[in-house]
Structures are given as structure tokens and as C-alpha cells.
Nanobody, 121 residues
């Protein structure tokens, strides 16, 4: 199991931006496909974005396509989610996780504590 620690959330106005970070343990991080997920109050957790082990392939949920960008730095064991043009409906706790593949982003690991993003209107 890889340990995951998310950070970077906060309160932002609609239209604003944030960068979320996910720090992962383990020497094999560079071989993992990774993803971001979110869970809004009263809703189920949903997929947001995924990236393959090298960073060469990415995949996004329709709701965030064109506004969010996933990236990674294997030397630092980190994956990032850049959130732009934020909307109130993006308010959620955001989680990262190892995924089975970029286009089949089923989570493989225990969930971390997540980081809360709140977008005010």
C-alpha cells in the first residue's frame, strides 16, 4: 500500500485557481498511474482526472475538462491538480489515489484524508 497525503485546498472565489498536491510514499511511485477524485457534501466520490506513469497520457471527467490539469513529478513522488476557472459546484474534498489505468481509473489504494476545496460564489 502506498501512503498518500493531499494538500493545497482552501477557500477561493468563483473564477479563481488553486493547485493541489499529492505526496506519495514508496520507491515505485514512478510506475503508478495516478488519479484525482472528489466528494462533494452529500454526494458519492467521483473521478476527476488521471495520468499515466510517465505523464504522457491524461484523462478528465467532462465536468472539469478544459479547466483542470493533472501533472506529476516522479522525482518528487508527487502528483498535482491545477484547478482553474473554479465554480461553486467544484466544492468538495479532493483525494488522490493510485488507479488501475488512465482510462479505467478504478482506485487501488486506501484513501488519504483529502484536501477541502471551497468555492464561493
Amino acid at each position: 500500500q502506498v501512503q498518500l497525503v493531499e494538500s493545497g485546498g482552501g477557500l477561493v472565489q468563483a473564477g479563481g485557481s488553486l493547485r493541489l498536491s499529492c505526496a506519495a510514499s514508496g520507491r515505485t511511485f514512478s510506475t503508478y498511474h495516478m488519479g484525482w477524485f472528489r466528494q462533494a457534501p452529500g454526494k458519492e466520490r467521483e473521478f476527476v482526472a488521471s495520468i499515466n506513469w510517465s505523464g504522457g497520457s491524461t484523462y478528465y471527467a467532462d465536468s472539469v475538462k478544459g479547466r483542470f490539469t493533472i501533472s506529476r513529478d516522479n522525482a518528487k513522488n508527487k502528483v498535482y491538480l491545477h484547478l482553474n476557472s473554479l465554480k461553486p459546484e467544484d466544492t468538495a474534498v479532493y483525494y488522490c489515489n493510485r488507479v488501475a489505468s488512465v482510462y479505467n481509473p478504478n482506485a487501488l489504494n486506501a484513501w488519504g484524508q483529502g484536501t477541502l476545496v471551497t468555492v464561493s460564489s
